[in-house]
Each structure stands twice: as C-alpha cells, then as structure tokens.
C-alpha cells in the first residue's frame, strides 16, 4: 500500500498509535491478501448494504443542464443511506479479524457514525461515535438513530464543535485504549494506512460505474470534504481520459472566508496524522471553515486529494451553500431524488460539466448520499428568507 | 548564526544525576492564564525548584493533550496568543533565567507552516534549548531533526508505554536532551490512582534501552508528589509536570498564582531530592 501521495500523507501522530497503525497496517495487508476476508465482505455489501448501487440515467436533469448525458451513481440507495457503509464494514470486519472489542469512530453529518453503529451492531461489535455539538445540534436526527442502533454518541464542546474536534477527540480516545479498540475513521484521511484503506473500501464505487458504463464516463463528478466518495470514484478512473472534478464547499463565498474549500484556499500543512492541505492561519492554527453541509464542514482533505489536485490530474471546483440548496432543490423536483447536501454540491457542478460539453458525451455524478437528513436545514433556510420555498 | 543551548538540558541533567538528585520537568503555556499570568506561573516554577521548564506553544488541535492542557491552548488563543508572542515569552524567560534549561514544545503544524528551519532559528535566537514535538514520530523527523541540530537545538523524541524494544532503541538513540517516554495510554493529565503498574514497567524499559547513554524523562499522568516518587522509584532520571500546574494556574487569582505554583512544584520537586536532602518534617504546602 501506497503511504505517500507525492510529499503527502504520512504519519503524524504521537508515539503511542505507532504500534497500533503498524498493526492496522500489517492486519489490512493480511485481510486483502484473503480472498476469504474479500468474500465475506462482497457478500456484506450485497445482501446487507445493496450493492452494486443503480447507475441511473437522469434523463430530466440532462435536459435541464442541454448537454452531456448526466448519470446518477445511487451511493443514496445503499443501507443507511449513503457511501459510507462501504467503508465501514470493511472496517468492522477488518477490527473483527483483528481481535477488536470495541470501535471509536468519529461522526460531521452523522453519516459516517450511523453507518458505523449498523456495522457493528451487525459484526457484535461495542461502538462509540464522537460528534462535534454544533453537528449534533443540526443533525439531531442521527444522533437518536445512532443511539437505536445500540451505538454511544459522545458530544463534543471543544475548538469549533465540528467534524475536525470530533476526530480531535476520537485519536485522544484510541491513544488511551489502543489495545483493545479500532478507530474506524471514516474518510479517506489520517495518517497511514487509512488514507489508502478507505480508498480501496470506498474504489468499489468507481469500479462499478467502470462496468455499468462499459468503460470510463467522459467525465466524474463527486463532492470532497475529507473526499471518500471522491476517491472511491476517482481511483478506478485515473489511468482512463475521464475528465475528474471534485467539488468543495464554497460556503457563503471563496472571499468571504466562510467557506471549507480546503484545495480551492487552503496551502499545505500537517494534522490528523497527515500531511495535507488545510484551510489555516499564518501561524498553523487550523478552523474557521464553514459550509451548510457538516459533512463538508471540515478544514483538511485526503492526502491524496492534495496530491492530485498538484499533479493536475483532478480538477477541485466548488459550489457555494446557494448553489447546492439550488442543486438539491432542482434534483428533487426534476427527478424525484432529494440529494444529501453534500452530494447536492457534485450536482450543482455537474450540470456546469454537462453544459459545456456536447450531448453524445457522458457525466457520471456520485450522489453519495441521500437528503432526509437534511430537508430540516433546507426548510429552516426557506423559513429565514434564505431561498425561496 | 545563533546557536541553542548547545545541551543546556543534557548538562543541567547530568549536573544532577552526579549528585544523586533527579530532575523535575515544569510545563508551562504561553499566553496562559492570558495577561501577565504566564509569566507568574513561569516564576512560581522556577522559585518551586523546577530544573527545565517546557514552554508550551499553544496549537489549535493539541491531539496528544487532555483536558486541561487543550482548553488551556484554546484559551491561550482566544487570548490572542501568537507564534511571535510565545516567542517573545520565551525570549523574556530567557532573560529572567539566563542558565535554565528550556523547551518548547508544540505541534508539528506549527513548525510547518513556518518551515521547520525558520522556526528552529528562531525559537534558538529566543533562546530555547530545545523542541518537544509530539506528532513528530522518528520516522516523519528528518527535515525536523536536522533543522533543530543546525540551530543548535535538541529535538526531543518521545516513545510510549507499547514501543517495542527494538524502537526503544532507535529513539534512544536519535534523540538528543532526554527522551521523554509517555508513560501511560492516552493524554496529557492526571489519572485517578497516579502512574499504574505498566507505567512504571515502561520506564524500566526505556531506561534499558538507553543504556544510560541518554536520560530517560517520564511524563503524563503526573499530578502528585506520591507519582514523582514512584517514578523515581522505577529510575526515571527526569519526571514531567504539566496539567497539574495549568489546572491550578486556571483556578488562582493572579496575585496569589506565583506563590501558589511555587508552592506546588515544591512539593513536586521533593521526591526527586538526594534522601539525604529532602526537608523533614515537610513544610507547610
């Protein structure tokens, strides 16, 4: 497995989580080599989580952008609704191979730590999530599913209450229970060997749209926050001529510094373990993001994200809060379909890529999860005045 | 080109080791309590008998530190503690102490963003001795190793209580000061029933591994004279303080914090004293 991405990636962290990264490291090298492990966990995707997701024509939306085809990869139809069951169960079962009783995990928009807690209610598997207030608050609703799927969610008040604090306390956490515990970090982040592992969980996406294409679109769209989805769309295609976009979230606007458009913004630093862009002070001190998305709201980015974005093989665009309450409200009404936030930003560029490009050629958006969670948010914005209802 | 300490710490270590005596380690934050209060809890440390002091540059995601060092960094920043700021603390502290050891100690980023041989010139021109990085393990340490050698500074490592003795070793052997072994899971901050039976296992270990070619300084969790005292027992040839100064800086009011720290890193201090020399019967805390 690859541990740098150019001079990205790697491992900073304290001392202590060395041993157990090496041993994360060696166990996923074991389990990968096994087809045993890689049947166990097709046969989890299929019957439990449902896959391979639909690619689904989206035949309204393409007639709205008047371009290239727009194609919908349905990560939104999966258990839990959303991409992120991909990962996690490859990770319960990876900590249950491993002899681990128990799994940390840390949560923005709640997606990732609902995900978890089905995972390991399913393996047997003690889970607890941390999630940053500000997130709890907008995203109540996951937090009672996570507490019914028999999952502990620990609320955090420190630094800006968002996803970047709740993996603040999630590593502080595994640092005091190392022997026994699993940090099943849900993006494609953190210092080595997760950024890779949860690539490849997460590359089943690209290699499904790959066969249900019949080979590589003419261009892929997906949202970046710490870039799971992104990566797992990404990957399979790199060494095709598909045109790859990543979409941050440009808040309230790249100039109003409200935003978490860590690519677009931000330059290069060290935290959570890796070596990455950040959206940061002149000192090194690391916040100040903002995106009506939590899962988006996140000051850092996949070490390989930083590295594609420099090696130019990625484009990193981004769409403001208004463009992907826009895009989630025109995907709803044209095709019957409410986009997660986050997800809602690819669409919104998507229709960008289609629309300069001819109508025989293909755009594959990764819509990476669903919107119930976020219809609250979306009304409470049309109640204030903010888009018309 | 200004030069650190060149081995303030190692020498200050030694110096007592040939006596007999033990070092005890004082962690100290820039820009906290905010106002003139650093610079109280610094003097409380220095007249309690502390023989280095680390000083704290605060980071916005402190991952190795608990509660107390964590929201003591946020309030630092709140307070509008700068880089330059904590380097003007370290530069008055300097001047105050002219022949203290000094660390400071902070998280990679920091160094980062102002590249690792910028920031090691200029905590050395401040007049630090050395750098305590947490999230810079050996094998990510290279560029920061060799800038901190070029400033005349030592670059502390850290190992834990599940480092194999193998990599003991190698970090025994890299890093220069002390090593500084985190001798309990988890962060920075005390633990109800002080250092536990693995920690003082971890300093055996580490103490092997350095083969007495480097001190070996045992840190976290320590909050009472009684955890000094088992450290100590276990050959610790420094013992680190951090979390217990910062709580109680955070809850005296500023007239009495010098009296109150110096008061505390007394006590502290006490364990790590030759036995000849320890005061008895002990004198009012």
Redesign the interface.
């Given at each position: 497995m690859r541990g740098r991405f150019g001079p990205f990636g790697?491992?900073?962290?304290?001392?202590?989580l060395?041993?157990?990264l090496d041993e994360l490291e060696e166990g996923y090298a074991a389990a990968k080599a096994d087809r045993r492990f890689r049947a166990e966990l097709a046969g989890y995707l299929k019957d439990y989580a449902g896959r391979p997701t639909p690619l689904y024509f989206a035949r309204n939306l393409t007639r709205m952008a008047g371009g290239a085809r727009i194609y919908l990869k349905r990560e939104d139809l999966l258990h839990g609704g959303a991409h992120k069951i991909n990962n996690t169960m490859g990770q319960a079962l990876l900590a249950r191979r491993m002899g681990k009783r128990r799994v940390v995990a840390e949560t923005g928009a709640g997606q990732h730590g609902v995900a978890t807690a089905m995972a390991c209610a399913c393996l047997g598997i003690r889970s607890e999530v941390y999630m940053g207030s500000k997130d709890a608050g907008r995203q109540s609703l996951n937090v009672y599913r996570m507490g019914l799927l028999g999952s502990r969610v620990r609320t955090v008040d420190?630094?800006s209450r968002t996803l970047?604090?709740a993996i603040?306390e999630a590593?502080?956490d595994w640092?005091?229970?190392?022997?026994d515990t699993h940090y099943l970090l849900g993006s494609a982040v953190g210092p080595r060997p997760y950024p890779g592992m949860v690539a490849d969980f997460q590359g089943v996406i690209g290699k499904e749209i790959r066969r249900q294409m019949r080979g590589a679109p003419d261009a892929a769209v997906a949202c970046v926050g710490g870039g799971s989805n992104a990566i797992g769309t990404f990957r399979p295609l790199l060494r095709t001529g598909a045109e790859l976009v990543g979409v941050e979230a440009a808040g309230r606007g790249l100039g109003t510094g409200m935003h978490s458009a860590t690519l677009g913004a931000g330059s290069?630093?060290?935290?959570?373990?890796m070596?990455t862009y950040?959206l940061?002070d002149?000192?090194?001190?690391?916040?100040g993001t903002h995106s009506v998305s939590a899962g988006l709201d996140y000051p850092g980015v996949g070490p390989e994200h930083a590295f594609l974005k420099e090696s130019g093989r990625v484009r990193y665009a981004s769409a403001t809060d208004e463009e992907a309450v826009a895009a989630f409200r025109a995907l709803a009404t044209a095709e019957g379909i409410i986009p997660a936030l986050e997800s809602a930003h690819a669409v919104a560029e998507a229709v960008k890529v289609a629309r300069r490009m001819g109508g025989s050629k293909s755009v594959v958006v990764t819509l990476s999860g669903r919107g119930d969670k976020d219809v609250g948010v979306v009304r409470g914005r049309a109640a204030a005045g903010g888009e018309g209802a | 080109m200004t030069a650190g300490g060149g081995g303030r710490i190692r020498a200050a270590l030694d110096r007592l080791a040939s006596r007999g005596e033990r070092a005890l380690v004082a962690y100290t934050m820039a820009g906290y309590p905010p106002g003139r209060g650093a610079l109280s809890v610094f003097r409380g440390i220095v007249r309690g008998g502390a023989d280095v002091v680390e000083v704290g540059l605060p980071?916005?995601?402190p991952?190795?530190d608990?509660p107390v060092i964590?929201?003591a960094a946020?309030a630092s920043?709140r307070g509008g503690t700068?880089?330059d700021g904590a380097l003007a603390f370290v530069r008055r502290a300097r001047k105050e102490e002219p022949g203290l050891p000094l660390a400071i100690m902070t998280?990679?980023?920091?160094?980062?963003?102002?590249g690792y041989a910028r920031f090691a010139a200029d905590a050395a021109r401040a007049g630090a001795d050395g750098l305590i990085v947490?999230?810079?393990?050996v094998?990510?340490s290279a560029g920061y190793a060799a800038a901190a050698a070029a400033a005349g500074l030592d670059a502390v490592?850290?190992?834990?209580?599940?480092?194999?003795p193998g990599?003991l070793r190698l970090?025994a052997s890299r890093s220069s000061g002390f090593l500084y072994l985190?001798a309990v899971?988890?962060?920075t901050g005390a633990r109800e029933g002080g250092p536990p039976e693995y920690a003082l296992r971890a300093v055996r270990a580490a103490r092997r591994a350095a083969g007495g070619r480097i001190p070996v300084g045992a840190g976290f969790g320590v909050s009472a004279p009684g955890d000094v005292a088992r450290f100590v027992g276990a050959g610790a040839d420094a013992v680190i303080v951090g979390s217990a100064i910062l709580r109680l800086a955070g809850t005296v009011p500023p007239r009495r914090l010098e009296d109150e720290v110096a008061s505390l890193v007394r006590g502290l201090k006490e364990p790590t004293l030759p036995r000849g020399r320890r005061p008895f019967p002990r004198g009012p805390a």
């Open positions: 790697g491992r900073y962290v304290p001392e202590t060395v041993p157990a420190t630094g970047k604090d603040s590593i502080r640092t005091a229970n190392v022997s290069p630093g060290v935290l959570h373990g070596m950040l940061q002149a000192d090194g001190q690391v916040g | 980071f916005s995601d991952l190795a608990g964590r929201d946020a920043l700068t880089v998280y990679a980023n920091i160094l980062h963003r102002r947490p999230d810079i393990p094998d990510e490592l850290l190992a834990a209580p599940n480092t194999p990599r970090l985190v899971y988890g962060t």
